[in-house]
């Protein structure tokens, strides 16, 4: 069964600073999805990462793939308030055709001004 | 172009009483999930159509949950008897092609069991 690993489930910084969300998996996958929830509303896709050093970027918010690792990697640099929100990862996985997500935990962001 | 919506956005019911969720996925979308986040716990898939059929319900809890997609249009997803262990969230989510690099999700409806 895969399991998705990803830490630290709150993360509490002060604007300006930089950090970076982990995400661990356990099996080979075609794809790894980041999204954004902010309370109430639905999951926004923030990334996908389809291949070994996938490096994708939009403003502040980085992710990158290493598939060798089963890891990815969501880096904020120079955080500001409006990064504020709940950032999930998840795993693709196919089976038959079918394909389904594994979800992390999630990472709870909390910007401080 | 109009999202995925999910009605109710938040349901209050007692134990052993039903609820129906419906979702209404993106115009042209065929495959169409739901996922639940059970309070604490990480968001996990339950079931997959493609268009009216369910290619997937692996991740289904048990058969209190009917999850129906006629016309394969708008799917709902009814719980009866409702348990405690049933309060979440329920997101919905939907794409024009499998494996493809877009899943919307709707807004989630919150259920919760008293």
């Known amino acids: 069964e895969l399991k998705v690993e990803q830490n630290p489930l709150f993360l509490s910084m002060q604007e300006g600073k930089n950090y970076t969300i982990y995400c661990n998996y356990s099996?080979?996958?075609?794809?790894l999805y980041w999204y954004r929830q902010d309370p109430g509303k639905s999951l926004e896709s923030l990334f996908v990462l389809l291949s070994n050093g996938a490096v994708k970027q939009e403003g502040r918010l980085m992710a990158s793939l290493d598939t060798k690792a089963r890891l990815s990697t969501l880096h904020i640099t120079a955080a500001v308030h409006d990064l504020s929100a709940t950032y999930f990862c998840a795993v693709a996985t196919r089976d038959f055709g079918n394909e389904k997500l594994t979800f992390g935990t999630g990472t709870r962001l909390t910007i401080i001004p | 172009e109009a999202g995925v919506t999910q009605f109710p956005s938040h349901s209050v019911i007692e134990k052993g009483q039903t609820v129906t969720l419906r979702c209404d996925p993106i115009?042209?979308?065929?495959?169409l999930y739901w996922y639940r986040r059970v309070m604490g716990k990480e968001i996990k898939f339950l079931l997959h159509?493609?268009?009216?059929?369910?290619?997937?319900e692996s991740g289904m809890p048990n058969n209190r949950f009917l999850a129906e997609r006629t016309g394969g249009t708008y799917s709902t997803l009814k719980v009866q008897p409702a348990e405690l262990e049933d309060s979440g969230v329920y997101f919905c989510a939907s794409s024009q092609y499998i494996g493809g690099e877009k899943l919307f999700f709707g807004s989630g409806t919150q259920l919760s069991v008293l």
């Open positions: 115009s042209g979308h065929d495959n």
């Open positions: 159509f493609v268009k009216e059929s369910k290619q997937d």
């Open positions: 099996t080979t996958s075609d794809r």
